[in-house]
């Protein structure tokens, strides 16, 4: 840029002609540097987004693990520190009353979500109502059960291969009776007895199986537990009023002791048993007939599930259900197929062991087995099943195959 003076002294610029060209340059390096500047503070802008969602991130991790540690026992020992998954329903029902069986979400349907097992029950079902002698009752006071129960094995040699003893009732360990049941003479080998007993009476239980007609001669192999949905069932077990009973936690449990007599073997005795089809669980379901806990009929003797797990286990024909107690008006004895209910309550008497035999032939697959007696002399033993079709064979669950290494 050049200046000139007047004749005043002051002074002004005079434009050279390429003056015009050196201004849009400027502005031309400042756009380029504003550009930068601005491309500068977004990357600085979405690094701080990144952070953002990064500690988002982290916080939601510290919370998910606060959860699972909320959800946690840990238990540490001097040796070792071990962390399990509990969920202290027993406290919930402290502080709030309602039961465990509350939170159970396939009580209605056990099976729901498995549709093999489900057809299995279909078949077994199925299969077990086609084989099935009808409803046998016999209508026998307390005191002429084991009078009776003689007069059958000496004059008929009649015996069971499941026989189940008492029902939901308080008061079905008659142990003077019971002691005197030849049921080792009554039972066959190999058999199957189911006993009932309350949490109470679990003591009772324990001695009458140490009795001679027991001992020995069963040997106790499994425990089923039957759970009613809460105190408004008809089969929540009845509370005693002693002092050693007493406790915050009320007992609601029933017991059902499965025994074996004779050998059976799961892995290769598949004509006799059918194992792990059923749980040693069984819970009531609401709504079924006689055992809602709002029906006003009252509750049947014994609850449906269990005969069920009897006749899937065991695919022996032949069984009987010893009821040696009076019930109650408000429980009730249900005659069922393929099965003879003894007891003081049952009001149909239509039993005779000779046409029970001749039905027994023609609706079961008679099986000859040779056993070995007391002794040492070989005896036949006659068993009386129901067929099983392949279909049911391939569902059922097997025991695993064990194979040796050779060398």
Known sequence: MMYTYNKFGSRTSTTPSNSSVSKPTVSRISSRQNSKHKSFEKDRERDKEKEKEKDKDKEKEKEKSERERKNETIGTDTTTTTTTQQINYTNHYIHTGEYSTKFIRNVANPLDGYPKLDKLHQLKRNQILKHATKAYGVRCSTEKIVPTVNNWIDRYNLKFDVIMIGALADNQLILPVLNKLPIYKLCSKPGFLFIWSTTQKIQELTKLLNNENFNKKFRRSEELIFL????????????????????????????????????????????????????????????????????????????????????????????????????????????????????????????????????????????????????????????????????????????????????
């Open 228 to 407: 009613p949905v809460d105190d408004k069932s008809p089969y929540y077990p009845k509370q005693t009023d002693s002092a050693f009973e007493k406790s915050i936690l009320k007992k609601q449990q029933w017991h059902c002791w499965m025994c074996i007599t004779g050998t059976v073997r799961r892995s290769s005795d598949n004509d006799l048993i059918h194992c792990n089809i059923d749980t040693d669980l069984q819970i009531e379901s609401p709504g079924s007939n006689g055992t809602s806990p709002a029906s006003p009929q009252g509750r049947n003797a014994c609850p449906e599930q269990i005969y069920k797990v009897a006749e899937n286990f065991s695919n022996s024909n032949r069984r009987l259900h010893l009821i040696p107690s009076h019930l109650g008006f408000d429980t009730h004895i249900k005659l069922r197929p393929g099965w003879v209910i003894m007891g003081p309550d049952v009001w149909i008497n239509n039993f005779d062991p000779q046409k029970y035999y001749e039905e027994l032939g023609n609706k079961s697959f008679v099986k000859y087995k040779q056993v070995n007696a007391a002794g040492g002399s070989n005896c036949i033993s006659t068993q009386y099943l129901v067929p099983q079709s392949n279909e049911i064979e391939d569902l059922r669950p097997k025991s695993p195959i064990i194979t040796t290494k050779s060398g």
